[in-house]
């Protein structure tokens, strides 16, 4: 293995992948992730979002497919650590909505590791709303892990 698994390392290697592509014109940085907590114990990961208008659907509340972007950030985020910095897709990732979360909410998203193999990674994550305190979606999903590295 070539990354040094500890929580110093993890906490360093996910802010600068962070870092990295929010410096990109891609779809992600327009999503302005931003760094948490994570835990290499309980392979857990929370990035924060805030929810800016052009996120919104026709009912003023995060659209639905942003939501399940957030998750598929957050999960690849968390895979692509423990994949030795291996590229990763989704294979597969379930959305569970359970409350409206609201023009300039900050969201705190959560994914964890229940399973990491060879090739696939199973996770689950949910969506808090601190300020209301409620848990506003949930998500489970499976990631394959690439052969290709990724290099930035």
């Known amino acids: 293995m ?13 802010k600068n992948f ?4 929010n410096s990109q014109q891609k ?4 999503l302005k992730p931003a760094f948490g907590n994570c835990n290499i114990e309980t392979k857990e990961l929370t990035l924060k ?14 659209h639905g497919g942003i939501t399940t972007a957030i998750f598929d950030t957050t999960f ?11 590229f ?19 969201i705190e998203v959560t994914g964890r590791i229940v399973s990491l193999g060879k090739n696939i990674v199973n996770l689950i994550g949910e969506i808090k709303i601190p300020k209301r305190n409620v848990v506003a979606g949930t998500a489970t999903a499976s990631f394959m892990i690439l052969q290709n590295k990724y290099y930035k």
């Open 76 to 86: 690849g985020y968390l895979t692509h650590y423990f994949s030795e910095n291996r």
């Open 49 to 62: 979002f805030h929810v800016d208008e052009w996120m919104l659907n026709p009912q003023n509340a995060l």
């Open 27 to 30: 779809f992600i940085s327009m």
């Open 2 to 14: 070539n990354i040094q698994y500890t929580q110093e390392n993890m906490e360093d290697n996910i």
């Open 88 to 106: 990763v897709t989704t294979i597969t990732l379930t959305t569970n909505y359970l409350k409206p979360i609201w023009l300039d909410d900050n």
């Open 18 to 21: 962070v870092n990295s592509i």
